[in-house]
């Protein structure tokens, strides 16, 4: 278990990470790295008005919310606050559920449209959005967030020439 991370500010999430690295790609607006108890799983934050925010002083990065892996095995829960990793317990599912709830909530409100499949997704994430036997994330039961979806479209768009 970690408890700091490097800042790395990239155009492209390159293919193999490192451990305990923050990538963070403006162009594609989101935060990769690897699960910092390492578990060695791929986490991307997209940074939207609806999911998470970054915050650089200048020297160190913060994201809010705080990052919950609850669809790994390791179900890690942190937050990263001035490139300090800042551990939290685990959730009971119930409050997660309802987490995720709130987040469908805020984007159907933010986006002003109720089907999933459309809500946060501009044209450009249409094709990757529309096919889900692609999904990376084998193994949760939960239908897609919105961010496993982006998450997915950002690891597949690395993979293209
Ligand atoms: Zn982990």
Known sequence: MRTSVATHFVQTVPDKLQDGVLYVSMEYATVVHKCLCGCGKEVATPLSPTDWCLTFDGETVSLDPSIGNWSFPCRSHYWIRNNRVVWSGDMPQKLIDAGRAR?????????????????????????????????????????????ERLADWIFRMRKLP
């Not at 889900?132 to 919105?146: D, H, I, V, W």
């Open 103 to 147: 987040d469908r909530q805020a984007k159907a409100a933010y986006y002003g449209v109720r089907s999933n499949e459309e809500i946060g997704a501009p044209h450009k994430f249409e094709l990757a959005a529309g096919n889900k036997k692609t999904r990376l994330s084998a193994g949760s039961e939960c239908k897609p967030t919105l961010r």
